[in-house]
């Protein structure tokens, strides 16, 4: 069987798909590397919804996709950027994916964190007009839910304190105040704008090495209270050079989607756990190659995942928030869920261009657990824009 697939410049060309997926296995957790999948939701596409609606999930196909992840051994980063946070999941939303995913982590024995911020706090017609006892507050409302729940927390960049902050200071108090009242380590998240515009100058400056020592400023006056931190920036010798800056305990979780097999495997000096949104469509290849690394096989864990990045590097192309598009279109096309709907109708941010690439790579990868699915379904996404076979 062969597929027919648009070129660059619009031109038809025939593809042959792979017959046979990449064989993998479900296995023991992993022993060398913490790694969690940021995981995405699943919309219902039966709702009458509208962009401005809140968002409508379909929560069977949504833990079902929680439990694949855990079944592979990979640890789930729950209601983060790849769950369309602030992007079409509203905290309401957040909230219930938070205390249904974590109920089910229970149930199954998965190791699950999730996300705290203070997407509660509109921009109102003046912007984000509040204090930062307000974002304080939004802050504990998240995090005490999280603790209620079971979950490990994990700290993530505020687009209200990015818009209230006047400086670094700022920062110091308000994370200060909620490592003091947090019962658990947390994980703390640092986005960069490419991710969110709306993080710009995070930390209290545009200039990257002063943020950075803000940023290890917060965790060196509170070390027994971090866990670990995660770094999405997608600057390999930054995270590099922050890892080893590190007080002794706190882990650095690698969110460059870029430059993951590199920063996992290490150096000399150390390495990087993994917390990737990359590894919700790359489950069971990511949790095969750490499986190899726990054995000490470094380039054996290189030969698996290092044909991957291509796929990532594309999916996570410019803009990259739209990164979760593509996420979701290789779930449709894997069997994860029924249909390609996404919340906040986000299933319209990539192009047809941008479908096709990522098509030929993930079949090329072998991600497909049944190619003639595949097939059959982009075949089906072919004949709505016009492609016929």
């Known amino acids: 069987m062969t597929i027919r697939l648009p070129g660059a410049g619009g031109e038809l060309r025939t593809y ?3 017959r046979t997926p990449l064989a993998t296995t479900t ?5 060398s590397r913490t790694v969690f999948s940021a995981a995405h939701v699943v919309a219902d596409p039966f709702a009458d919804v509208s962009p401005d609606s809140a968002a ?21 980063a729950e209601a983060m950027d790849t769950a369309q946070r602030g992007m079409g999941l509203d905290w309401a939303g957040a909230a219930e994916l938070i205390r249904r995913s974590s109920a089910e982590a229970r149930a199954v024995g998965g190791r699950i964190a999730c996300g705290v911020g203070t997407d509660q706090l509109p921009v109102t017609e003046f912007g984000y007009a509040y204090s930062l006892a307000d974002i304080r507050a939004a802050y504990e409302e998240q995090l005490a839910l999280v603790e209620e729940s079971g979950s ?29 009242q ?31 020592d803000t940023f290890l400023e917060v965790i060196a006056a509170h070390p027994d209270k971090v866990d670990g931190i995660k770094v999405s920036l997608l600057d390999a010798q930054r995270e590099i050079d922050i890892r080893r800056r590190l007080p002794v305990g706190v882990r650095c979780y690698t969110g460059d989607d870029f430059n993951y097999p590199a920063l ?33 096989n470094v380039s054996g864990f290189r030969e698996l995942l290092d044909p991957t990045v291509e796929l990532s590097r594309h999916l996570f192309q410019t803009p990259t928030r739209f990164y979760k598009t593509g996420v979701v279109f290789l779930a449709w096309l894997a069997g994860h869920q029924e249909h390609f709907t996404m919340v906040g109708g986000q299933q319209s941010s990539r192009s047809l ?30 004949s709505l824009y016009g492609v016929a076979q």
Do not use: C
């Not at 296995?27 to 022993?31: A, D, S």
């Not at 379909?58 to 051994?73: C, S």
């Open 16 to 18: 042959e798909p792979r």
């Open 27 to 31: 296995g023991t957790p992993f022993t």
């Open 56 to 76: 409508a999930v379909d929560w069977d196909a949504t833990l079902a996709f929680r439990r694949h992840l855990w079944a592979h051994g990979l640890g789930v």
């Open 152 to 180: 490990q927390v994990i700290l993530m960049a505020s687009r209200a304190l990015a818009a209230v902050a006047k400086s670094p200071d700022d920062y110091l108090e308000v994370y200060g105040h909620l490592l003091r």
């Open 182 to 212: 947090a019962a658990e380590p947390v994980v703390l998240h640092w986005l960069g704008p490419m991710f969110d515009p709306a993080l710009e100058g995070y930390w209290g400056s545009a200039d990257l090495d002063a943020a950075t």
């Open 264 to 296: 996992i495997a290490g150096d000399e000096q150390g390495f990087s756990h993994a917390l990737l949104g990359i590894f919700d469509p790359l489950g069971p290849l990511a949790a095969e190659a750490v499986r190899v690394l726990d054995t000490g």
């Open 353 to 382: 261009p941008h479908f096709t690439r990522a098509y030929e790579l993930a079949d090329g990868l072998g991600l497909f657990p049944d190619p003639q699915l595949a097939e059959n379904r982009m075949k089906n996404l072919l």
